[in-house]
Each structure stands twice: as structure tokens, then as C-alpha cells.
């Protein structure tokens, strides 16, 4: 026998072996799968693809009935014909329809014989073309949907080795969540307007709060408002010296509040019932003069909302001009040291530095009238810790190195990802707005999430702005993980578990799990259903 007949024979063999792999790749999507049914009291149905942990392991195969998927070699071939434009390349996204041909059928099986050429110049070649196996399940979003084709790839390395990019464009929705320099001067003036006045009475000689100032907190003051400038968080803060606190049933995070001492000239002493300062007394009284003082700020259309039961934020709905929505907190400011449940809190060495950690414990801490749970009812004289002043500052400087996104600085997409979890929550909150799951689901669960995931991946080189799908996905990961376990630690109290049974039920956080599930594998069509 022709020796280089058989070498072109086994070459030929091992191309046919190779085929199989190729088509666990998935072509472009084009019909989402069926929705998840909606959840009654029961609990969720599993998805076909087991959900994905952080290690990738105990992975399970796709359901049967899965779609077929069009060998790599068609795609590849079809690629060389019709490179990627450099937009696309950038971003790693979706070819869009027109320039890119449908799937080519799977062709025949090779040919056992031929003639020389044939088998000893073509198999070779199209065996060259076949790409290394990724993570492209489907949607090509480097997700591991569980196929066991190995660890998450990010999206430079997808775009390196011609990998087909993913079906949905987050570029094009972080474009939409932008806001118009326009609607943000309206809408801040407006608000100022408010803000300024309410201060100038709380201030008056007359009232109890005439040392409160303003403490600009919430996403628009943190720069990651999406969508509109209509909500806005305004903290009315008032230093109270010289308190003690004492620990609610070992919460970490509630507090009763004490003075030390009571001078008579203490104008809060009237809220003081058995030595502890009254939450809800504070609060109503604060609610009485906002609610009477409102009415006399001119050429605005501006009521009070129903108080929340349990919510400390007196929330006031502008109608006119334009209609904005503004929780004014109270809250008392604190500069002694931290409480001892927060030593353990903000883990930020690694990635902010042990100098930065240092300052940032040195500000001081705040205390809001939040009501702690009680059975079914609320202790209602109870404060509850707030930092959201260092969260802003966590995302003001948000980077591992110093000029992190700064105007001569490597820019990292951090914050985008955070944009497209808090979009992907407040999505589903539309679409679910008849039922009650979602409820007590808010974007502090998702930044602190984010918190997290920032100080288990400190590096910026891990948030490179190539790699917005990969690193959006992990997010996305690390979220369900903690849904899942029902375990998602405050972050600057570690002894709170935001996700505990008692804050938030388990089939809650099982109907949330299934609808995250089922806009990951589709691709995310609620990005664009409202």
C-alpha cells in the first residue's frame, strides 16, 4: 500500500473524529426558548441547564430536544469571506443578520478513498480551520451552561480565536440607560429647588432639626443612575454626639440609641422614651413639618406618598414640572469608631489598598430610622447602620490602580456591568409588577453583589472593557450563586445576611433564580421588552 495513501487515510479518520466536537457550538439565536411557567406557591421548576457555579463543576448535560448545532468548520470557512466590522471586533458582539449567511447544512461524512489530492491536501486544510473548543453555548455569550466543554472564556480570547460572538449587544443597552445631559440639568434643578427649601425650614429656630445638612447618596450621586433622572435619594443628616448604642437580638445592623448624657438644651430630648431615642416619634415628626412645608413651595406640584410601612425614606412625588420621584432620609451622624460588628466588613485590601480602608473607617457612620423585624410586625424604635456615603466613594474610585478610568487611564467596565444588573432587576420588576416575589428584591441586593465580586476580582486587567459580556456574565453568575444558597453577606456588616429566610422567602428567591435563568439563556429579550 501507498504509504502516503494510508497517512491520508488516518488524517482524514481523525478529521471525522473531530467533527462531533465542533458541532457542540452553537449558530446564532433564533427563537428564544419557551418561558419559565409562572410560580404559584409551589416551587420552581429546574431549568434544562443546571445552573452554573463558580468553579464550573458539576456540570449536566442539555435536556434532550435541545437544538442542533452547525458544525464549526461551515462558520469558519464563512468567516474568511466575511470578516467582522472593526465595531464589532472591538466589542465582541453579534454579527448582525445581514452580513452574515445562514448556517451551511451539515455535509457528508469524508470519503474512505479519493485521489491523492483530495485526501492529502483538503482534510488537512479543513482540520487546520477547526477552533479550540469555548464556552459558546447557544447565544456565544461564554457562558458554561453546564455542556462540559470547559472553564468560562472571556471575550478577548473568543475574538481571538474566531469564535462566533454573542447574540446580544451590551453596548447598545448601556447606550439606551444613558442619561441626556438635558434631563439631568432639569431634573436636578427642580429637585434643589425642593431640597433647598425644606433645609431652609427644618433649619428655622423653631424646629427640633436646625442642625441638619444635606448628604447626597443613591445611584444618580453615585453616577450609576440608568435610564431617566427621575428618583432621587437625599440624606438629611444630623450630628448626634455623645450616644451609646445597644445591639438589637445580635442583628449587626440595628441599633436602639442612647444618649450618655441628657443636657436640657438636647433638642431631641423630647423624643426620648425610657432613656432610648424613638425612631418612629423622630420620624413622624420629621414626616409632619416635610408634609406641612411642601405646600408653600411655589411654581411646584409636589405631594407626600403613603408612608412604607418599615421604610424610613418620607418619598415625595414631583407632578410638575416634570414628574420625579425623591426619598428624603433622616439620618443621624456618628464619628466615634465603627460598631464591632462591621470589624469584619468592607474587605477592600486587596483591591482599594489597606491606606484607602484606613481613611474611608475614620469618616464617620450613619443611623436611619429602618425598622428591624419583629415575628410579623417591626420593633419600631430600632436604627438601622448606613454607609452609603463610602459605597460612594467605593465607586468613585473604583479601580485597583489609581487612574483607573480616569481620562489617561485604562478604562475598566465595572460600572457597566453594574448598570446591566441593576437594568436586568428593575426589568423584571416591570414585567412582574402583578406579583409579589419580586417585591423585596432592590438594587442595594445587586450592588453588594457587586461589592463583592469587585474584591474577589480586584485586578483591573479582570474588567477590561473588551471583555463587558464576560464580565457582565460573572456577575450574573455570582448573583444566582447567592440566590441559590440564600447567602449574600452585607458588606460592611458580615454577620447580616441580606438574603437570610427572614428577610426574604426561599421561593422568592427561586422564582428570581428561574426568570435570571431563563433571560441568560435567551439572551436577555427583557433588555428590550420595555
Keep these: 500500500m501507498d504509504p502516503r495513501s494510508g497517512k491520508a487515510t488516518r488524517t482524514a479518520s481523525k478529521a471525522r473524529a473531530a467533527a462531533p466536537k465542533a458541532q457542540g457550538v452553537k449558530g446564532p439565536r433564533t ?78 461524512p469524508l470519503p474512505r478513498t479519493g485521489s491523492r489530492r483530495e485526501r492529502g491536501a483538503h482534510a488537512p486544510r479543513e482540520q487546520r480551520t477547526l477552533p ?3 464556552e459558546v453555548c447557544g447565544l ?17 480570547r473568543l ?55 444635606r448628604l447626597c447618596t443613591g445611584s444618580y450621586y453615585e453616577r450609576v443612575k440608568i435610564s431617566a433622572p427621575n428618583e432621587f435619594d437625599i440624606m438629611f443628616k444630623l450630628e448626634v454626639p455623645r450616644i451609646q448604642l445597644e445591639e438589637y437580638c445580635n442583628s449587626g445592623a440595628y441599633y436602639f440609641v442612647k444618649f450618655k448624657r441628657n443636657p436640657k438644651g438636647n433638642p431631641l430630648i423630647q423624643f426620648v422614651e425610657d432613656e432610648i431615642l424613638s425612631a418612629s416619634k423622630m420620624l413622624f415628626k420629621f414626616r409632619k413639618i416635610i408634609k406641612e412645608e411642601i405646600k408653600n413651595i411655589q411654581g411646584i406640584d409636589v405631594i407626600m406618598e403613603k408612608k412604607k410601612r418599615g421604610s424610613p425614606a418620607v418619598t415625595l412625588l414631583i407632578r410638575k414640572p416634570k414628574e420625579i420621584s425623591v426619598d428624603i432620609i433622616l439620618a443621624l451622624e456618628s464619628k466615634s469608631s465603627w460598631p464591632a460588628s462591621t470589624l469584619e466588613g468592607l474587605p477592600i485590601s486587596q483591591w ?47 479601580g485597583h490602580s489609581k487612574t483607573c478610568c480616569e481620562t489617561d487611564g485604562i478604562k475598566c467596565c465595572r460600572k457597566d456591568c453594574l448598570k446591566l444588573m441593576k437594568y436586568l432587576l428593575e426589568q423584571l420588576k416591570v414585567k412582574f409588577r402583578h406579583r409579589k416575589e419580586l417585591e423585596k428584591f432592590c438594587s442595594y441586593h445587586v450592588k453588594t453583589a457587586f461589592f463583592h465580586i469587585c474584591t474577589r476580582d ?64 435567551n439572551g436577555f429579550p427583557v433588555f428590550y421588552e420595555f
Design 31 to 108: 427563537e428564544p426558548s419557551e418561558p419559565p411557567a409562572a410560580l404559584g406557591a409551589a416551587r420552581p421548576k429546574a431549568q434544562k441547564c443546571s445552573r452554573v457555579g463558580a468553579s464550573g463543576s458539576g456540570r449536566k448535560k442539555c435536556a434532550p430536544g435541545s437544538p442542533e448545532r452547525p458544525p464549526v468548520r461551515a462558520r469558519n470557512a464563512r468567516a474568511k469571506k466575511a470578516p467582522l466590522g472593526a465595531e464589532d471586533a472591538v466589542e465582541g458582539l453579534a454579527v448582525p443578520a445581514g452580513k452574515l449567511a445562514p448556517p451551511a447544512a451539515p455535509g457528508p
Design 132 to 134: 479550540e473548543p469555548t
Design 140 to 156: 456565544g455569550l461564554g457562558l458554561d451552561l453546564g455542556l462540559g466543554l470547559g472553564p468560562l472564556v472571556p471575550a478577548s
Design 159 to 213: 475574538r481571538q480565536k474566531g469564535a462566533v460572538p454573542g447574540a446580544w449587544k451590551p453596548r447598545t443597552v448601556l447606550e439606551k440607560l444613558k442619561l441626556r445631559r438635558q434631563e439631568i440639568s432639569v431634573a436636578a434643578e427642580i429637585v434643589n429647588r425642593v431640597v433647598d427649601h425644606l433645609l431652609r425650614r427644618l433649619q428655622s429656630y423653631e424646629s427640633e432639626f436646625q442642625g441638619v445638612s
Design 352 to 398: 482599594l489598598g489597606t491606606k484607602v480602608k484606613t481613611n474611608l473607617r475614620r469618616q464617620p457612620f450613619y443611623l436611619v430610622p429602618k425598622h428591624a423585624k419583629e415575628g410579623n410586625g417591626f420593633q419600631e424604635e430600632t436604627w438601622r447602620l448606613s454607609f452609603s456615603h463610602i459605597e460612594k466613594d467605593l465607586l468613585k474610585s473604583h
Design 458 to 521: 480586584p485586578q483591573d486587567s479582570q474588567w477590561d472593557t473588551r471583555d463587558l459580556e464576560f464580565c457582565f456574565d460573572k456577575c450574573v453568575t455570582y448573583f444566582l450563586e447567592c440566590l441559590k444558597t440564600e447567602q449574600l453577606k452585607h458588606y460592611f456588616i458580615p454577620g447580616f445576611n441580606l438574603f437570610s429566610r427572614d428577610q426574604i422567602d426561599k421561593i422568592s428567591k427561586e422564582f428570581l433564580s428561574q426568570q435570571i435563568e431563563y433571560e441568560r439563556k
